[in-house]
């Protein structure tokens, strides 16, 4: 997501509009996602006799090893090792029923949102006439501009091996360090996904239309007064000083957004999805190899034109829609070809030990 300078008032704007409906609204999903994969991918292989544990140990572990590689050479954020990390969590619940799993991703969420919130509202304390910024650093402890002074430039102007200690001195050991609350935010979500596999809910949603009725109606009253309190800081209090201060609140907003997304979603899926949705299933099918695709492209353009901490959020978001596009042309070229995504493929052939054809 884009982390650019707010300069103008339509950097402004923007920020305020990420914060509210995009922010940590995503990720959750995508965990959802990874959860009800890993049922369906242990279902297939019980249904042909293939021994499922061992299969999913390979995967994950194949996983491991693609997120240690772009997580040590290509980019701090990298998400696969943590999913892998997840994926093997989930080897130790998935003989539950979907009412323990509920009650476990329950039990998870309410940790996480004890541990991310109440360092909220020390924010909530800040008046308007304060700097938001101090507060911050109280509550989290993140801000050191030694450190992103620093990251910066070396980003700009360190020459790879400069570039590559910086990462493996001072950005893994962070990363490292945090694992587990970077564990707190997915694992509630891929159990969500697990039981909503075990429920048949993604394969027959209109049979679970009470269930989903029901689980919107509980995401609203959570979110609805999490978006005002958001909205009120955004547009009042917190338009001084940098639009990270209330970091918390977007987290725990974005959470209860990506339930009503995701049961808006289930609720009223159509049958058969539109035509013009095909580009966006492309990317989905091959988002193992966009996921990297797009890390090689926006370092690669950062470090090419030297673009660390020099762009703002609006050139930002334009460059994201820009790799996307890339994302879905690749996409669409490759899978008319192929039956996979080259990672994809080498993920898959990782898992089962065997060579499995790649062409159409």
């Known amino acids: 997501m884009p982390s650019g300078d707010v300069r103008t008032p339509l950097d402004r704007a923007l920020r305020i509009g990420l914060d509210l409906f995009v922010e940590n609204r995503f990720y959750p999903l995508f965990s959802f996602l990874f959860g009800l994969g890993f049922y369906l991918f242990m279902k297939r292989a019980r249904d042909t006799g293939a021994p499922a544990e061992a299969l999913a140990l390979r995967r994950f572990f194949w996983l491991l090893g693609f997120g240690a590689v772009h997580l ?34 329950l039990g998870g969420l309410v940790a996480g949102a004890l541990l991310f919130g109440l360092p909220a509202l020390q924010l909530l304390s800040v008046e308007a006439g304060d700097d938001p910024r101090l507060a911050e650093e109280a509550a989290f402890d993140l801000a050191d501009p030694e450190t992103a002074a620093a990251a910066i430039d070396v980003y700009r102007r360190g020459d790879v091996w400069s570039w590559l200690r910086f990462r493996w001195r001072t950005e893994l050991p962070l990363v490292l360090g945090s694992e587990g609350l970077a564990l707190v ?17 993604a394969e027959r949603p209109a049979a679970h239309r009470a269930l989903l009725n029901r689980g919107l109606r509980w995401a609203l009253v959570v979110w609805l007064p999490l978006f005002l309190l958001l909205l009120w800081r955004r547009l009042g209090v917190s338009a001084v000083g940098p639009t ?63 673009l660390y901490g020099a762009t703002t959020l609006a050139e930002e978001l334009w460059a994201a ?24 493929w080498l993920w898959r052939m990782g898992t089962y030990g065997r060579w499995i054809p790649l062409r159409r």
């Open 72 to 105: 040590a050479f290509f980019w701090f954020g990298d998400i696969l090792h943590t999913y892998a990390l997840g994926g093997l969590a989930l080897l130790l619940f998935e003989r539950l029923s979907p009412r323990a799993l509920w009650r476990w991703a």
């Open 185 to 201: 935010q997915v694992l509630p979500f891929m159990l969500v996904g697990l039981a909503f596999g075990k429920l048949g809910v």
């Open 244 to 306: 990270v201060e209330d970091w918390a609140l977007v987290l725990l907003t974005g959470w209860a957004m990506s339930f009503v997304y995701g049961l808006v979603f289930f609720r009223w899926v159509p049958p058969a999805l539109p035509a013009w949705t095909a580009p966006i299933v492309a990317v989905g099918r091959m988002a193992f190899t966009n996921y990297i695709l797009q890390t090689v492209l926006a370092v690669g353009l950062m470090r090419l034109f030297r």
């Open 321 to 344: 829609v820009a790799i996307y596009g890339v994302n879905v042309a690749v996409s669409r070229f490759w899978l008319r070809r192929y039956r996979f995504g080259p990672l994809e």
